[in-house]
């Protein structure tokens, strides 16, 4: 509030955010086109997605359809775990398509020097879209 010539002016700002029930692969199943990849890619791509088991959200910037939830990746120290196994043993979540595409999200400097990885991959039956 403040004074504004011979009245008081009250600035109102209103922000909220629309948060989706289903989640992102939920949305590929959704694509009726007779090329899906491009669809998808058209909806997720730049789009901000909340994961529910840390409350973090990421900018998609692209769509690994080679990669799954059953491929494996290194961990920290050089052992070798699939998506699949690291959900269960570090969140207890069991990832019921094993087959569905990965979301990539770029790190920010900021997050590279924190310690993140360069490129984080998610698993799209985890994802929210905001």
Do not use: W
Not at 29 to 35: G, T, W
Not at 44 to 63: A, P
Not at 68 to 86: G, L
Not at 120 to 125: D, I, K, M, T, Y
């Amino acid at each position: 509030m403040r004074q504004h010539e011979k009245n008081i002016l009250m600035n109102c700002e209103l922000k909220f955010k629309h948060m989706r029930m289903d989640n992102v692969y939920d949305m590929l199943l959704e694509c009726q086109s007779n090329n899906v990849k491009a669809e998808f890619q058209s909806k997720i791509i730049g789009s901000i997605v909340l994961t529910y088991y840390n409350n973090k959200t990421y900018k998609i910037d692209d769509i690994d359809f080679n990669t799954t939830p059953s491929s494996t990746f290194s961990k920290k120290d050089d052992t070798q775990i699939s998506c699949i196994q690291y959900y269960r043993e570090k969140y207890n979540i069991n990832i019921e398509v094993p087959n569905q595409p990965m979301l990539i999200s770029h790190s920010k400097p900021r997050e590279i020097r924190a310690g993140m990885s360069e490129i984080v991959q998610l698993v799209s039956e985890l994802c929210q879209k905001i």
